[in-house]
């Protein structure tokens, strides 16, 4: 496994992307969904990917996520080239490394709050003894702890997003992905969600990455803004720490 770890200014960049495309189809009909894209995001930043639908946001995500591979370029994160990694490694990767959060919460509907929590524990072969520790702190941390032993049918969104951002941290994740988070939930609760997620990110050290059309949003809650059309980087704004884009250009 190649590590590829860089310091810069007291921090390291946790997410290093140099010239990563991502193409789709055969050669006669090519969908290029990533075109040499470049980005660098450090520890502890929160950071927002904007723009329009098929501006390449769900891509990369994907490819973040461990979901998929670059078709060219380097992508690692937290020292690990994604590139490199077997299929064994690789999900080691997406069970430890990323905890993500989806605009659809993907709640499994048979199972409890708490088996909903437990099950990356559960893969990850975690002791019961172990797992049933985790599960009631992540939930407290959320703001669940009385919430444990209800299905998703008995919770409200916002409540359903809450068991998928501990569902998420419970794996001790050093990246969280947030895909769209608050695209199904009212603008008071998507405020509180988001508020949740700043705290949680704060608290547990998380490098965050969101996903979202909402550059109001994204301005509101992170230090930068990058901003994605046709696959590439065309802009980068500084968000409510005014973080100024430093290290958006790979050496």
Not at 37 to 46: P, Y
Not at 120 to 139: D, F, M, N, Y
Not at 147 to 175: C, D, M, T
């Amino acid at each position: 496994m190649l590590l590829i770890v860089e310091f810069v200014w007291g921090a390291y960049r946790v997410i290093r992307c140099k010239k990563v495309s991502k193409t789709y189809g055969s050669a006669l009909n090519r969908v290029v969904a990533l075109d040499q894209l470049e980005i660098q995001i450090d520890s502890l930043e929160k950071v927002a990917i904007v723009g329009r639908s098929g501006s390449g946001k769900t891509t990369l995500l994907n490819l973040l996520s461990g979901l998929d591979r670059p078709t060219s370029g380097s992508l690692s994160v937290n020292g690990m080239d994604l590139g490199q990694l077997d299929s064994a490694a690789m999900a080691d990767y997406r069970l430890k490394t990323v905890g993500v959060v989806f605009q659809s919460f993907q709640l499994i509907s048979q199972r409890t709050a708490a088996q909903n929590v437990e099950l990356p524990l559960i893969i990850a072969g975690e002791p019961a003894e172990v797992r049933a520790k985790k599960v009631s702190q992540s939930l407290r941390k959320v703001g669940l702890g009385d919430r444990a032993n209800h299905f998703p049918y008995q919770l409200s969104g916002g409540e359903q997003q809450r068991v998928a951002i501990a569902r998420a941290v419970v794996k001790q994740p050093r990246v969280m992905l947030a895909d769209e988070p608050t695209g199904n939930l009212d603008s008071k609760t998507a405020a509180e969600i988001m508020q949740l997620l700043m705290q949680i990110c704060e608290n547990e050290a998380l490098t965050l990455v969101l996903i979202t059309h909402d550059l109001e949003l994204a301005g509101k809650y992170t230090d930068r803004q990058l901003v994605m059309d046709d696959g590439k980087l065309i802009e980068t704004k500084s968000g409510q720490n005014g973080t100024v884009a430093a290290s958006v250009d790979c050496p």
